[in-house]
């Protein structure tokens, strides 16, 4: 036995020792159904061969090549993301290892972009009340996620935020025509009360991933926030880490409504889960501006790994091939009315929400006054860890005020039963989480 703990700090966790489709096999040979596909990564299922086979090939063509320079598997990602993917708009890439080192660089274009232009007064960036972006001091400080900054409050830099669209929880009174000027009015409130011109960039999630728990925000928020940006002169970053690459039924998560970012941030899905790798994509408008003022884009040592771009290039092939978008929104819209079904009348779930295969539910204590359950009972914790008693894997959700959403994001390539099986399963562990 190690001396050494790991995970750092201890959990009773299954060893899988194989994954192949949506199921993870662990030591014993137990199947378990992942219905969050690891980290809502998965997008292609488990154990495609040919993604195996392209990364092993880059590997030993090109093991290691320093980010900036060429090679054929980083030439054929850039190739497919503009041919397939990114909107005509979007025409610099730049790549990470990850959706916190892509936000992080994100963040840092923002602000080099307003003094490339002579903005230089504007050196704030604004987040949200509900929201992740990542692991480092900056991202995790710019989260609207409580959780995640335990025992780092005070050492944290400073960021703006706003508040997040949560419809359920909204302000009595408001309805379907008013809630998303509602919003506008609060996030327009808090810029004019910092001064809108010392702002640099906004970031958020089109829909809201796993702190909120698949929060879609009202019909009209995004194109009022586009054009709020526009008028303040402040740079749209979308983060689409979790959304991006079809997980809410279309390319991206922001195409839902009519926008486009200045600076798209994507992860995940961009891999499949294959490959640790990281994608910040942006307007002419962010990139030529930094270009010309010679300001430093500085490469992580790993962004743009050669096995990693390998990966990526099949997986969105494979996605492009077997229609997975499409697919995630027709299965998506399978699990959102199984979903629906059977959680109805729960007493204690008070919402299902999300977008294609972007999905949660919200558990509460009293579902006509909304009352969360006691912190301390870790409801969405115990409801993950009776779905893994009974062969399924849920994703924990909620930033510790927001708290007991459990999240489904399987692999686009879930079937119908499978679907099932996520919606009974879900049913019967938050029955004995608490009972129904
Ligand atoms: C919306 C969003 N942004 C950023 C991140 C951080 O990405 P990573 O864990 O790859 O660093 C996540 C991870 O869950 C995420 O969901």
Request: charged share 20%.
């Amino acid at each position: 036995m190690s001396r050494m703990s790991w995970p750092f700090v201890a959990g009773n966790f299954p060893l899988i020792t194989r994954t192949e489709g949506l199921y993870l096999y662990d030591d014993s040979g137990r199947k378990i159904l992942d219905a969050a596909g690891g980290a809502v990564v998965s997008n292609i299922g488990h154990g495609r061969g040919r993604v195996a086979e392209a990364m092993a090939a880059a590997a030993s063509e090109t093991s290691y090549v320093v980010p900036p320079f060429q090679t054929p598997s980083r030439l054929a990602l850039v190739d497919t993301l503009d041919q397939n993917w990114l909107p005509r708009s979007l025409t610099r890439a730049h790549f990470s290892s990850g959706g916190t080192e892509a936000n992080e660089a994100a963040m840092k274009l923002a602000l080099q972009y307003q003094q490339a232009i002579g903005e230089h007064q504007r050196v704030k960036l604004v987040g949200r009340s509900i929201s992740y972006h990542g692991t480092t001091l900056a991202t995790a400080s710019i989260s609207g996620h409580p959780g995640r900054k335990r025992g780092l409050e005070s050492a944290l830099p400073d960021y703006v935020s706003v508040p997040a669209p949560y419809p359920l929880r909204a302000p009595e009174g408001l309805n379907l025509d008013s809630i998303g000027q509602y919003y506008l009015d609060q996030m327009r409130d808090v810029l004019m009360a910092e001064g809108a011109d010392t702002i640099a960039g906004f970031i958020a999630e089109p829909i809201t991933g796993s702190s909120g728990g698949a929060i879609v925000p009202p019909e009209d928020y995004w194109p009022k926030v586009r054009s709020l940006c526009d008028e303040l002169g402040i740079i749209l970053i979308l983060d689409e880490v979790m959304t991006g690459f079809g997980r809410t039924g279309l390319d991206f998560g922001y195409q839902h409504w009519p926008i486009e970012p200045d600076i798209l941030v994507s992860g995940k899905g961009l891999a499949g889960g294959y490959a640790p790798l990281g994608g910040v994509f942006t307007n002419e408008r962010v990139g030529s501006a930094i270009e010309s003022a010679g300001y430093q884009v500085m490469f992580n040592t790993f962004g743009a790994h050669p096995s990693a771009c390998a990966a990526a290039v099949e997986v969105l092939t494979i996605m492009r091939e077997e229609e997975l978008v499409e697919r995630a929104a027709t299965q998506g819209a399978y699990l959102h009315n199984q979903l629906s079904l059977a959680f109805s009348d729960h007493p204690f779930v008070a919402e299902v929400r999300g977008r294609g295969l972007l999905a949660a539910i919200e558990v509460v204590a009293d579902r006509s006054t909304l009352d969360r359950f006691p912190q301390e009972l870790s409801v969405s914790n115990q409801i993950v860890a009776e779905g893994l008693d009974r062969g399924v894997f849920y994703y924990f959700g909620g930033t510790g005020e927001v708290r007991d959403v459990v999240c489904l994001g399987p692999a686009f390539t879930a079937t119908n039963s499978e679907i099932d099986q996520m919606v009974d399963v879900l049913v019967q562990s938050v029955t004995a989480a608490v009972g129904n």
